[in-house]
């Protein structure tokens, strides 16, 4: 249901503007309306440099949190230190300074000792080796007149060095440790002087250097020792960055909630402030109220008049025609759920139908038709209620609940029409169908078949007369006559229809009804005829019924003609709406087509617990049912929202609408 909205216009002293933001924030049903100078002479736009502000610390503050709440944080609730109205960002600045140097303090100190454990860790594994071979770090390096290395070197690589530098053997001494059975522990001494041309060598023959820092001592015990204590050092140090970044998070808990909601509170006070319009000593608000709302602000803003010794004026008025009005709409709870499915759609305006209801009853009526199976049913509906009320987070980015809800009347509806049908986990013979005069395995029989698609076909176009009725009405609503009447989707839209429909009985022939008695007090026995359709071939378009389709295509030619669009654009409506009325028409048979798969299914299970046992459980029962569970059922919810969307809500529905979003803090 739509609810109407009253325009509210509060003019106030600049002093009380804030004040009244707040107040309306609180109560939370006014959307304010962006102001225009040309709406009110003498008066400028607002202009809130804060509002960039609030909006970086917000951004800081996020940051923030990511870092201290990694591992999930106990907010302290200290709702009696928030203020009203807006809280100075300079303060609220200062206090997230304080915590981000704190943050990039521990942090970067924890990541320096975390590297430096790191490269300790590297340098004690290379003392080890040169303890295993009692080389001492004194004896490394580069001395007046000599140079000395250790490094390691495969040992195919070592023997072909030593023919490389036979040229240099009176200048360099090499000395190999077997480190393992093909590395090499290879210690180089030799002239300053040749050092280049040696590490040139060297290095083409893959020798990997240790290099150690100068402040390692200089005896290789000591070294050990002293890159040990240095590691437990830096583990120590660690353990105390990060009891201090517990003490940080604790404080951040305790300052988190006040910070986030201090930060939202004066960022949508800021924000809504840039809607306003501003005089040297007034301001000017506007912003759209719910018509059942408008009593309650109303006396909201009295007392604060009173408060304020009247220097406030108040209006509420109606919306003009050419303004965007956000649209309020209410749906019963019970069918709060298809709002998931029509939203999708769109919005609706505020002139228009709102069609969750009637649109979520079809939905889940074609979804039934089209999988009709208790067991099935049985299914979808527990899981509904699992992620209704059990499941906690999102599934695939979506809210669970609304999921659920939305299963649970899908899997109602299955189950209800899988009883009509007889059918459970895809077998026939465990229940009689409910529908009078069906019996188990109907679609076997070509009669049954033929109604079912006659059924379908007599669904849709009831369901499209519905979408032109609601047409009308919402047009006979908002004054638009010549729309509800000579329309596309109009009166002479349902008329050029139903000369189509009549036209196409005939053509096949089609017999609806049979013969009904029945008999009402004091009136006595009352016969109805059949109603049925004599196959006329092409003889149909000589029948009555052109004249109701040639009367409709004149209707809307008739209403370009008014509205003076041209003939030719009125030809081509006409055309495209004669079409799209036939293949919106013939579109419902998938209704049935979907319905006969679904049993098509139940027949292959038969005949597999026939052939054999094993492999109707196996193949039939529970491939099939799962096969029917996932891929059936997305694909059947697919076809049921197209039909709705396409054939029925564009007869009535644009979804233009803008939502109601009101001001809250």
């Not at 909205?5 to 009244?20: A, P, Q």
């Not at 070294?223 to 204590?229: D, G, I, L, P, Q």
């Not at 009883?419 to 229940?431: C, T």
Request: proline fraction near 4%; charged fraction near 20%.
């Amino acid at each position: 249901m739509i609810v109407p909205v009253k325009k509210l216009t509060i003019i106030t002293m600049r002093d009380f503007e804030e004040d009244i933001l707040w107040n309306l924030g609180k109560l939370g049903v006014v959307q304010l309306r962006k102001l225009k100078e040309e709406e009110f002479l003498g008066f400028k736009e607002a202009v809130v440099e804060e509002v960039h502000k609030y909006a970086e610390l917000l951004d800081r503050y996020s940051s923030l949190y990511k870092h201290l709440c990694r591992d999930g944080c106990a907010i302290v609730k200290k709702s009696e230190l928030l203020k009203e109205g807006k809280v100075s960002y300079l303060e609220l600045e200062k206090t997230i300074d304080k915590f981000e140097s704190r943050v990039a303090y521990i942090s970067t100190e924890i990541s320096r000792h975390e590297q430096r454990i790191k490269s300790l860790s590297e340098l004690l594994e290379k003392l080890q080796v040169l303890k295993r071979f009692k080389i001492n770090p004194r004896d490394i390096g580069n001395f007046a007149h000599i140079f000395s290395k250790v490094g390691f070197m495969s040992v195919s690589d070592y023997t072909d060095i030593l023919e490389s530098i036979k040229s240099y053997k009176k200048t360099i001494v090499l000395k190999d440790y077997d480190y393992s059975e093909k590395v090499k522990l290879v210690h180089v001494t030799g002239l300053i002087d040749f050092k280049e041309d040696i590490e040139k060598v060297l290095s083409s023959y893959g020798f990997k250097e240790i290099i150690l820092p100068p402040e390692v001592p200089e005896l290789i015990d000591e070294a050990v020792t002293w890159a040990e204590s240095e590691i437990i050092k830096s583990k120590s140090a660690i353990e105390e960055l990060r009891n201090s970044w517990k003490k940080l998070k604790h404080d951040f808990e305790e300052d988190a909630y006040y910070l986030r909601m201090s930060l939202l509170r004066s960022y949508r006070l800021s924000k809504a402030q840039g809607n306003l319009l501003r005089s040297q000593l007034m301001s000017v608000m506007q912003g759209w109220v719910p018509k059942d709302k408008v009593s309650d602000v109303s006396q909201y803003l009295e007392d604060l008049r009173k408060e304020y010794s009247a220097q406030l004026i108040v209006t509420f008025e109606d919306p003009e025609p050419h303004e965007e009005v956000p649209s309020v709409y209410k749906i019963p709870r019970l069918f709060s759920a298809y709002q998931t499915v029509i939203r999708q759609y769109g919005i609706p305006a505020p002139h228009e139908t709102d069609p969750t209801i009637i649109s979520g009853i079809l939905w889940t009526l074609m979804f039934g038709i089209m999988f009709p199976d208790f067991g099935e049913g049985l299914i979808i509906t527990v899981l509904g209620i699992y992620f209704a009320f059990i499941r906690k987070g999102t599934v695939l980015g979506m809210n669970p609940k609304r999921i659920g809800r939305l299963m649970i009347v899908l899997g109602t509806s299955a189950m209800f029409f899988g009883l009509l049908a007889g059918e459970v986990f895809l077998l026939e013979d465990i229940i009689h169908p409910l529908w009078p005069g069906v019996i188990p395995g109907w679609v076997h029989e070509s009669y049954y078949v033929l109604w079912l698609l006659k059924l379908a076909i007599f669904f849709g176009i009831a369901e499209m007369i519905l979408g032109m009725v609601l047409n009308i009405r919402t047009h006979l609503k908002h004054g638009h006559k010549i729309e509800a009447l000579m329309g596309e989707h109009g009166l002479a839209g349902i008329i050029t229809f139903i000369g189509i429909v009549l036209l196409a009985f005939y053509f096949v022939g089609v017999y609806v009804l049979p013969p009904l008695s029945f008999s009402l007090p004091g009136l006595g026995t009352i016969h109805l005829p059949a109603i049925d359709f004599p196959a006329l071939g092409i003889g149909a378009v000589t029948s009555w019924p052109i004249a109701l389709i040639i009367l409709g295509i004149i209707a809307m030619l008739y209403k370009s003609h008014i509205e003076k669009e041209g003939l030719t654009i009125g030809f081509s409506m006409a055309y495209e709406t004669v079409l799209s009325f036939m293949t919106n028409m013939f579109s419902f048979a998938r209704i049935a087509g979907f319905c006969i798969a679904h049993a098509a299914l139940a027949i292959v299970v038969a005949r597999l617990m026939e052939y054999n046992v094993y492999l109707g459980i196996g193949m039939g029962l529970i491939f099939l049912n799962a096969f029917a569970l996932t891929l059936e059922f997305v694909v059947v919810i697919i076809q049921a929202t197209r039909l709705t969307f396409y054939e029925f809500l564009t007869k009535f529905y644009a979804g233009e609408g803008k939502p109601y979003i009101p001001f809250k803090v």
